[in-house]
């Protein structure tokens, strides 16, 4: 079965730091680029980034610019998001998808990705 399980979720003061991950299973994870994404309360879902499978990434919410980065790891088959100086805007549910047509991404914007994960929730708040 398809797996993609987004975790590291939680509750951060503003200013603080997490990590989420994003761990793949029931497909060839080389051969897939991975999306970042979150949904906040009463809002559409927002496209965070894309990260092609040489770990090339470009990021499209221009408020989380400079404070997200993404990893990528082949070998544990599994992607992070890394998120700093945290604000209360940044509060949502985070879902990573994956998509093998994106494989060799080098800009853009994808549209449309074919498996989806369960979403982890970040809140930040004091």
């Known amino acids: 079965d398809v797996q993609l399980q987004a975790s590291g979720g939680g509750l951060v003061q503003p200013g603080g730091s997490l990590r989420l991950s994003c761990a793949v299973s029931?497909?060839?994870?080389?051969?897939?680029?991975i999306g970042w994404f979150r949904q906040a309360p009463g809002k559409e879902r927002e496209a965070i980034s894309c990260t092609s499978i040489t770990g090339f990434s470009a990021y499209y919410a221009d408020s989380t610019k400079g404070r997200f980065t993404v990893s990528r790891d082949n070998a544990e088959n599994t992607v992070y998001l890394q998120m700093i100086s945290l604000k209360p805007e940044d509060t949502a549910v985070y879902y990573c998808?994956?998509?093998?047509?994106?494989?060799?991404?080098?800009?853009?914007?994808?549209?449309?990705?074919?498996?989806w994960g369960q979403g982890t929730l970040v809140t930040v708040s004091s």
């Open positions: 029931g497909f060839t994870f080389d051969d897939h680029a």
């Open positions: 998808a994956a998509d093998e047509r994106y494989a060799d991404y080098t800009g853009g914007q994808p549209t449309g990705w074919t498996y």
